[in-house]
């Protein structure tokens, strides 16, 4: 079965600091590749997304995420995070073998930016 | 409306008794999801309706579990004889016609005492 592995559970940093969030997926066909944010008392909302093409890709807020096929990771980089990025950060992945339906998460990363 | 809706949005419950819940995804959206956020646990499968095409139920943990999708639109989740591990968040989302964004709802918080 597939899954999907975020490695840290819970992230402390202060503002300013650089962000890289580990995802790494089990599945070695055609992936498409997701990010999802949940702030404190809101719901599920999409950061950024790959499906092909240039490996890096950029989200809103800054975020971008490299796709790095050989290691079957998609990690989450931000250069210098804020306050308000405190969320909870979830990988996704869809497999070109359930025609791209099924969408599987990870177990989600809780980020707490200090001030 | 603009939005997956998802109700109740709180639900408290005593062990044993059946409870529904209700996702209303958004307009003319084809594929609906249903998943389960716990503490600790991420965010679990459960079931994934696409048009009129028998739904995939692989995430589906018991037989206490099913849902329902009338119509190809709202979709009701319905767990029978709750357990006090059943509590979570159960998630609701839809997915656009190009396949390339799912949107979620807000939840639906259930507590089994």
């Known amino acids: 079965a597939q899954s999907v592995s975020q490695h840290n559970h819970h992230v402390i940093l202060s503002e300013a600091a650089s962000l890289e969030l580990g995802c790494n997926y089990s599945y070695g066909g055609t992936v498409n590749l997701f990010w999802y944010v949940q702030y404190p008392g809101q719901h599920l909302q999409l950061l950024l997304k790959y499906f092909s093409g240039d490996p890096l890709v950029k989200g809103i807020k800054g975020f971008e995420a490299e796709f790095i096929k050989s290691k079957f990771s998609f990690n989450l980089r931000k250069p210098s995070v804020q306050w308000s990025d405190t969320a909870e950060y979830f990988c996704?992945?869809?497999?070109?073998?359930?025609?791209?339906?099924?969408?599987?998460f990870g177990t989600g990363t809780r980020l707490l930016v200090s001030p | 409306g603009a939005g997956v809706s998802q109700s109740p949005s709180n639900k408290v419950t005593e062990k044993g008794k059946d409870v529904e819940l209700r996702c209303d995804p958004i307009s003319g959206h084809t594929a609906l999801y249903w998943y389960r956020q716990s503490l600790g646990q991420g965010l679990e499968f459960l079931i994934y309706?696409?048009?009129?095409?028998?739904?995939?139920k692989s995430g589906l943990p018991s037989d206490r579990f099913s849902a329902e999708r009338t119509g190809g639109s709202v979709s009701t989740l319905t767990i029978q004889r709750t357990q006090q591990e059943d509590s979570a968040v159960y998630l609701c989302?839809?997915?656009?016609?190009?396949?390339?964004?799912?949107?979620f709802g807000e939840g639906s918080w259930l507590t089994v005492v």
């Open positions: 309706f696409q048009g009129n095409s028998a739904p995939d």
């Open positions: 996704a992945v869809r497999r070109y073998d359930t025609g791209f339906q099924k969408l599987v």
């Open positions: 989302a839809s997915r656009d016609s190009s396949g390339n964004t799912i949107y």
